[in-house]
């Protein structure tokens, strides 16, 4: 992958993840477990891959350290998931 192919991995990763997030806050509301559970493991599942990824893409060159821990960074939302706009 070139690094813009990598940014918009990265992007869409995110988005899946904040997405995931809100369907395991959805299930916690409604008290359904198993589909917390779900939903929480495939979450969990999505956030190793974005890491190792970003890790080889940083160790590759093909991000800066500093793209690496902004790709790493927190999402809360859909709103600010996606971190490469260009």
Request: proline share 1%; hydrophobic share 40%; net charge negative.
């Amino acid at each position: 992958m070139d690094t813009t192919e990598i940014r918009d991995w990265v992007n869409l990763a995110r988005c899946y993840i904040a997405a995931l997030s809100d369907l395991v806050w959805s299930a916690a509301e409604i008290g359904d477990t198993t589909t917390l559970r779900y939903y929480y493991d495939k979450r969990h599942e999505a956030a190793r891959d974005l890491k190792a990824r970003v890790m080889i893409a940083v160790h590759g060159g093909q991000l800066t350290s500093e793209e690496g821990t902004l790709a790493l960074s927190p999402t809360s939302s859909l709103e600010d998931a996606v971190v490469f706009t260009d």
